[in-house]
């Protein structure tokens, strides 16, 4: 995902000069090339997530297009009040790039892993939140954020996710995109998830339930008249996200439902609200977490059984 | 202004304001009719509690009609108690949350660095944001970066919010911690027009270094005499006594 974004970037940064990357001190062997390319284009701040967040909003003010980068807590939740007040109030043009999001840096503890960053930024007036779920997603967002004139902040995987979809599909900030659709389950999935979302609807195909996967880039603005559209025709929905279950993709598909009066079957899945004591590699902390393929399967069969609920 | 809001952050208002005038009237580039123009110095306003010296100066200076005064901190008015980007012509920032300016000058200033632009960006902070992390990250990236078109003028009253600084979280040896950030640093009076004006003529006070003015002054001077120099400066609105002497005393002069 890191390299599909740089590559966007740096056909940007080519053409407009008021593009401008501020690093944390972090982005070894993304960023070397750029910073050679682009040496009035680029600096690496060093390891001062709220000066450099400051920084960026001073330097939009000039009329510039930065783009800060670090891993996800530290240039997103470290600066939360540099991006709340001097980039959204001020409504600025700056782009915020999280990379690690998830368990990315799964045995590299809490203090590193991405599963907050939704919640709080949600919460936040003027700024759009996108989550691509695959690199060809990665690719369109990073156009799509460079080319809105406002607050933008994009989450990014780091371990190489696959692509999803078999060509780049239609692209605009706001909007879901359907994969399949779904009678009996409806999957909405997100950011690193996507291609978990493919491999949970294709097991539950499997076991004769017709399945559908919609892929949920845009988490700010939210497509609500997606959402809503999906509860009348599905049976059930599931939102699924490396995210903390509280604030994320989930949280805001359910205010949508709870406020549409739809009776629609439903069930957020993602990280569950508690450090997780066990560590390992990303796949490891999935699996620890209930979040490893069949793990969601389970679960959603089971929900699937319940009545009421 | 205070009166009539009853608002809080008199004193600090008072302790920066020849420093304000100063600037406005003599040192900075800028066009009140044209606050926008891309050549014009940049003024951080980042102890942004004491808005109503930028908000006076700038009316006075003939950005904006000095009728729009009476609506600072009123319902509906233009003028909050913290300064927010255009809520007038001349502001340049949203700031309040201390230690955000600093940061947000040094963007402005190597910008115009990098784009080979020579106007020059002024920040005034406060000595408590002093104590946040994030006004020493920006003096740091200052430094290394040689941003001699940056300007930090400290408006050392030595009180912050409840209580005096070398009680609360002492700044001293100051100045030595700017120089040893790679800043170049001066000392003033900061009631003292000839000194502000003779200083800020010299700047940058050192190729390729950032300046700081670390102005000596007092909390609430040419206010209340009890609140001088006193945490209460912070906090307490004038009474209508008080605002009666004050206008008798200015009027003397």
């Keep these: 995902m890191r390299y599909a974004f740089i590559r966007e970037l740096f056909a940007f940064a080519k053409r407009d000069k008021r593009i401008f990357l501020v690093a944390g001190d972090l982005g070894y062997s993304v960023f070397e090339e750029f910073a050679k390319q682009y040496p009035r284009q680029y600096l690496n701040a060093g390891v001062l997530e709220q000066a450099l967040t400051g920084m960026a909003a001073g330097l939009a003010l000039t009329g510039k297009i930065p783009i800060i980068y670090s891993i996800v807590p530290f240039v997103t939740m470290r600066n939360f009040e540099q991006i709340r007040n001097d980039i959204c109030y001020q409504n600025l043009n700056v782009k915020i790039v999280g990379v690690g999001a998830g368990f990315a840096y799964g045995n590299y503890a809490r203090t590193h892993h991405g599963l907050e960053d939704i919640g709080v930024l949600r919460t936040l007036p003027n700024l759009t939140i996108l989550c691509p779920g695959d690199p060809l997603e990665v690719a369109l967002a990073t156009k799509a954020a460079l080319r809105h004139p406002g607050p933008v902040y994009l989450r990014l995987g780091k371990a190489g996710e696959p692509n999803v979809h078999q060509s780049s599909p239609r692209f605009k900030i706001g909007r879901g995109i359907v994969i399949k659709k779904g009678r009996d389950v409806t999957i909405i999935a997100t950011s690193t998830f996507l291609n978990r979302g493919f491999e949970v609807m294709r097991k539950l195909q499997e076991q004769g339930l017709n399945t559908g996967l919609v892929s949920m880039p845009t988490i700010k603005p939210l497509d609500t008249r997606l959402i809503k559209e999906l509860a009348s025709k599905s049976k059930a929905i599931y939102t699924l996200e490396e995210h903390s279950i509280i604030g994320g993709l989930g949280s805001a598909v359910a205010e949508v439902l709870a406020e549409s009066g739809d009776q629609v079957k439903f069930k957020r899945l993602g990280v569950p609200d508690k450090f997780t004591i066990v560590m390992g590699r990303q796949e490891y902390m999935r699996r620890a977490n209930k979040l490893e393929t069949n793990q969601i399967v389970s679960t959603i069969l089971r929900h699937l059984k319940q009545k009421n609920s | ?253």
């Design chain 2, 1 to 253: 202004m205070s009166f009539r809001a009853q608002s809080a952050h008199t004193g600090g208002a008072l302790s920066c304001v020849e420093l304000m005038v100063a600037l406005y009237f003599k040192i900075l580039r800028v066009f009140p009719h044209k606050p926008d123009a891309p050549k014009r110095d940049r003024l951080v306003f980042s102890k942004a509690h004491d808005a109503k010296a930028l908000y006076a100066v700038l009316a006075a200076r003939g950005f904006f009609d000095p009728k729009i005064l009476e609506g600072y901190e009123m319902n509906g008015g233009l003028l909050p108690g913290h300064a927010t980007r255009h809520c007038v012509p001349g502001v340049e920032v949203t700031a309040g949350s201390l230690g955000h300016g600093l940061p947000m000058a040094v963007g402005m200033a190597y910008a115009g660095r990098v784009d080979r632009k020579n106007y020059r960006v002024f920040a005034i902070l406060s000595d408590g944001e002093c104590d946040e992390g994030s006004t020493w990250e920006a003096a740091l990236l200052a430094g290394q970066h040689k941003l001699d078109n940056l300007v930090a003028i400290v408006d050392y009253n030595k009180l912050q919010g409840c209580g005096y600084t070398k009680d609360v979280l002492d700044l001293e040896p100051f100045a030595k911690k700017w120089l040893s950030f790679n800043w170049e640093a001066k000392e003033i009076d900061g009631h003292n027009f000839t000194q502000i004006l003779k200083t800020l003529s010299q700047l940058p006070f050192k190729s390729g270094k950032p300046s700081v003015v670390i102005a000596h002054t007092i909390k609430g001077l040419g206010g209340a005499a009890k609140h001088v120099n006193q945490v209460s400066s912070q906090y307490k609105p004038p009474t209508s006594d008080e605002i009666e002497i004050a206008i008798r005393e200015l009027t003397k002069i």
